[in-house]
């Protein structure tokens, strides 16, 4: 089993819409978590770090559930600008687990 | 505002040939970090240094070494360059482990 694990989609959306995506992860001892965006052959750019109480920041919420294991990002009106891989990120000390990504392709 | 620059951007090496890979920032971070990243792969964590003067194996360090130089800078070196090592590499750092990691826009890499 993979430590991290994403759905790869792509998920294809029209504008406007709203997007779900989960990610579960295998170490119960992973102390913190993060969700990057990567647009083709770039760097990836941190999105948001993701708490325990959950989290919002614009048309992004991120949500935690450490008994489950898995954290989710929502996407409110999707644009056409957030086409994108989205990567989920798991840490503990030093040690960055990336999942292999989630790919989003919104539609005009 | 640089952040995290890599060098070079692009490379093409034969078979056996070496080369280094520089990262540096400017952001007063302890901690620098290689990865590569290949199709269809999440990134895969090289070396990296949690602070100066350490360095420590990640997942996949056989057939590079790294250096860390000083704070700011944290070189990788491929001493024998294999096909296998075709890649897409990037160098982050954070200001400590748990942080979020900052990425410099990668070096890709071809070796024929």
């Known amino acids: 089993r993979k430590e991290v694990e994403q759905d790869p989609g792509p998920f294809n959306v029209p504008e406007g819409a709203t997007v779900a995506f989960n990610c579960t992860y295998s170490?119960?001892?992973?102390?913190?978590f993060f969700w990057y965006r990567q647009d083709c052959r770039k760097e990836p750019k941190l999105l948001m770090s993701v708490y325990s109480s959950g989290n919002e920041d614009g048309r992004f919420t991120a949500q935690l559930n450490r008994a489950s294991q898995y954290i989710s990002l929502l996407i409110r009106d999707s644009k056409l600008s957030d086409s994108a891989t989205y990567l989920c990120v798991v840490s503990g000390t030093y040690k960055y687990i990336f999942g292999t990504g989630t790919r989003l392709k919104v539609l005009a | 505002n640089a952040g995290v620059t890599q060098t070079p951007k692009f490379q093409v090496l034969k078979t056996g040939q070496s080369m280094t890979l520089q990262c540096a920032q400017d952001m007063n971070h302890n901690s620098m970090y290689w990865y590569r990243q290949d199709p269809g792969m999440g990134l895969r964590l090289i070396y990296y240094s949690a602070s100066e003067g350490t360095t420590d194996k990640g997942e996949v360090p056989n057939g590079y070494n790294v250096s860390r130089l000083n704070k700011r800078e944290f070189s990788l070196r491929l001493e024998s360059a294999a096909p296998s090592q075709t890649s897409v590499y990037f160098c982050?750092?954070?200001?400590?482990?748990?942080?979020?990691?900052?990425f410099g826009d990668g070096t890709r890499l071809s070796i024929l």
């Open positions: 982050a750092s954070t200001v400590q482990g748990n942080q979020p990691q900052h």
């Open positions: 170490n119960s001892a992973s102390q913190s």
